[in-house]
């Protein structure tokens, strides 16, 4: 409960992206080097205990191409760590913060035949944003039973688009 308190915080301190004012691409781009970040320290140590980094990945989440870029990070070598890590950041983001990474851990969930699992991170989701056009958008294609591996494509197709919009090519 204390680092939740802490990272709650942390939270405040960061401004959301105004799109009328701010640099959008520069806030966009340091979104995703903290998802990078954030990967890299669960990847490497098993947790992430850097409040200001979690912060700012809930945060940046809000953006959609930041929480798209992250939905693509998933790949052969990678993805059972990141389903560890997005269900543990699903369960450890405050009140207002677990949609976005709620609907990362459903694809994941989904990819690896978790269809039980996805649907309750997509009751997360919606518990957390009513509303939220993600959430409800998966519930519809988890519902139609689409392949997981047609989504998998669907969504390896896409990160490379998001890449060269956040970094001018894909990394």
């Not at 009328?20 to 903290?34: P, S």
């Amino acid at each position: 409960m204390k680092n939740n308190l802490l990272l709650e915080d942390e939270i405040k301190e960061i401004a959301e992206i105004d799109y009328e004012k701010d640099e959008v691409l520069i806030n966009q781009r340091q979104g995703a080097i903290a998802v990078n970040k954030l990967v890299e320290e669960f990847i490497k140590a098993g947790e992430v205990t850097d409040n200001q980094l979690i912060a700012l990945t809930l945060v940046r989440f809000r953006d959609l191409q930041v929480r798209d870029y992250a939905m693509g990070l998933a790949n052969a070598e990678n993805k059972d760590k990141l389903f560890n890590l997005w269900y543990w950041l699903m369960n450890f983001a405050p009140n207002g913060y677990v949609a976005p990474v709620a609907c990362i851990f459903a694809t994941c969930a989904y990819e690896a035949s978790e269809s039980e699992l996805a649907h309750h991170a997509l009751d997360r989701a919606l518990a957390d944003c009513p509303n939220y056009p993600l959430a409800l958008l998966l519930r519809r294609v988890f519902c139609a039973a689409w392949p997981s591996s047609s989504f998998a494509v669907m969504r390896g197709e896409l990160h490379p688009r998001i890449c060269a919009t956040l970094f001018g090519g894909s990394i």
